[in-house]
């Protein structure tokens, strides 16, 4: 919250008042060096800020501290490849980091189709080599007119290199859905992010007060065990308040309500992020046993909340 409040003040002084933009902007690159946390997001706007005034090499500095803090968040990264383009770093991109090369050799090659030039097929082969392209996405993707500008038997060649692809990118693009909602620190919201609320619900009928789960309990590649605990304990303490429900065991989800309420007490005590979600989750809870068809069986539980 007062990462939030702080980033407000900067925006309404950059955008509002021209006296103190320069100030405001100073201010936010001093926080983001200084005391921006983990995940890098103040880096970031300062990065957008730069960029979209067209600083590029400050805004280079400030997505690259950002992706220093959040080395596996793609937006940071698909930025700091523009504003290394934008201001002529790629040499410092390739040599920042293992990702860093491959960003770099990817701007390379895009401006090599972008102006029409037959492409140098060792960057194709080079991201290739790193599992940048499949064969569909040479086929039909946004590089697939200029991979056709290469002569055939390069490009036949290049093909039989390129391996099965092993990651997902719908699985990657939940990844990141759930790492922007702060809810996920508490919550298992892998199921709602790929859209099987219809499928598995751990909240309410239709027009209820609802939330889900995953079934499998996935969870994002880049969240810590603690945060992945904490979310499948909390979920997991109300999917059974759920299915007491559903079966009438007034015994079993009276225990389960006791597990989840500890869960939540647990959270709160975690920091002030944690304490509100962890009450907004709590009232829900208490409007579902109040208010939805399917926890009519245990609706006298909405006293303990």
């Known amino acids: 919250m007062e990462t939030l409040l ?11 008042n021209p006296q103190a933009k320069e100030e405001a902007m100073s201010r936010l690159r001093y926080v983001c060096r ?19 005034r067209g600083n590029f090499n400050e805004s280079y500095a400030g997505f690259r501290k950002a992706l220093d803090k959040n080395p596996n968040d793609t937006l940071y990264k698909n930025m700091l490849r523009l504003s290394a383009e934008k201001s002529g770093n790629l040499s410092d991109l390739k040599a920042h980091s293992y990702d860093g090369e491959v ?5 390379e090659l895009e401006k090599q189709c972008r102006e029409g030039s037959t492409p140098s097929s ?8 790193r599992g940048v392209f499949t064969k569909d996405s040479l086929k039909r993707g946004s590089f697939s007119s200029c991979f056709q500008k290469l002569e055939p038997i390069e490009q036949l060649t290049l093909q039989k290199q390129i391996r099965n692809p092993k990651l997902s990118y719908k699985e990657r693009f939940v990844a990141d859905q759930m790492k922007s909602d702060p809810f996920t620190k508490i919550w298992d919201t ?19 007060v609802s939330a889900s789960v995953s079934s499998n309990g996935d969870s994002s590649p880049n969240q810590s065990n603690g945060i992945f605990r904490s979310q499948n304990q909390i979920t997991e303490a109300w999917k059974k308040v759920k299915l007491a429900s559903q079966s009438g065991n007034e015994t079993q989800a009276r225990e389960a309500l006791r597990q989840f309420l500890t869960e939540v007490q647990a959270t709160k005590s975690k920091g002030k992020s944690e ?4 009450t907004a989750l709590e009232r829900a809870a208490k409007l579902l046993l109040e208010q939805d068809p399917q926890y009519a069986k245990i609706r006298f539980l909405a006293k303990e909340l």
């Open 103 to 107: 960003l770099a050799f990817l701007s």
């Open 122 to 129: 060792n960057l194709f082969q080079f991201l290739i080599e």
């Open 275 to 278: 304490a509100m979600m962890a």
């Open 34 to 52: 200084t005391k921006d946390t983990d995940d890098g997001y103040l880096c970031y706007m300062w990065g957008l800020l730069e960029y979209q």
């Open 190 to 208: 892998s199921a709602f992010h790929r859209g099987e609320l219809g499928k598995e619900m751990v909240g309410g009928t239709s027009g209820a």
């Open 6 to 16: 702080f980033l407000e003040e900067v925006l309404l002084d950059v955008w509002d």
